[in-house]
């Protein structure tokens, strides 16, 4: 059987909750014929990826797939690319904040993701959930935790494949924010982890549809 190692953060920023663990906490444990680890990780440089490629040591899972809160975000949102950069707006859980640094010294700018990332919009949108491939991950943890992963797997776990994906607020949590604030249900987040993770089983190589941006 194959295994998909699927992590999410603890809350951060003054928030009770995170909507990434708490939706992959909803998963099944099999999805196809693939086995689901779950796995919280802190908000943290460093230790939030330090603990992710620990547990791939351990399982040696197919797949990795980690998970992230974008509070304002509308959209289940897949990453395309990670980058070798931390300027964090706000301290981490630690109180780490790093500015204008690299994540990894001499390692290369930029990883691509190695998840079909098309394909995994499309299916999220033909299940009536709202989905876009993104073009940024940000440079917080989130990113953090997107390039390290890929830098362990192109280093060290030439076999596994995987990415991110950023998921938007929990509809709980926007009660507090300013009107207007996206937010989703956490059983529709789950809901496109899962059809997610169908793609990623079902697509070797990924698709080629519409996408992008003009700016």
């Not at 998963?27 to 992710?52: N, R, S, W, Y």
């Not at 509308?74 to 950069?85: A, D, H, K, M």
């Not at 989130?142 to 890929?150: K, Q, R």
């Amino acid at each position: 059987m194959r295994k998909v190692l699927i992590t999410g953060f603890d809350p951060f920023g003054g928030e009770t909750i995170n909507p990434a663990f708490e939706a992959v906490k909803l998963l099944p444990d099999q999805i196809l014929d693939a086995q689901i680890i779950k796995l919280e990780v802190p908000t943290v440089f460093g230790k939030g990826p330090q603990k992710t490629i620990e547990a791939i040591e351990k399982e040696r899972p197919d797949f990795v797939l980690c998970i992230g809160q974008a509070g304002g975000r509308s959209q289940l949102t897949p990453e395309f690319v990670g980058i070798n950069y931390a300027q964090a707006r706000i301290p981490d859980n630690e109180g780490n904040q790093p500015l204008n640094e690299p994540l990894v010294a001499g390692a290369p700018d930029a990883y691509f993701t190695q998840l079909p990332v098309y394909a995994m919009v499309e299916k999220m949108k033909a299940d009536g959930l709202p989905a876009a491939v993104s073009y940024t991950a940000g440079t917080y943890v989130c990113n953090a935790m997107m390039y390290c992963v890929l830098h362990a797997l192109h280093t060290k776990y030439p076999t596994i494949r995987g990415g991110f994906m950023h998921v938007p607020y929990a509809t709980q949590q926007t009660v507090s924010q300013p009107a207007g604030t996206p937010g989703m249900a956490l059983t529709d987040i789950a809901r496109g982890i899962e059809r997610s993770v169908e793609a990623i089983l079902e697509n070797r190589e990924d698709i080629t549809a519409v996408g992008g941006e003009t700016h």
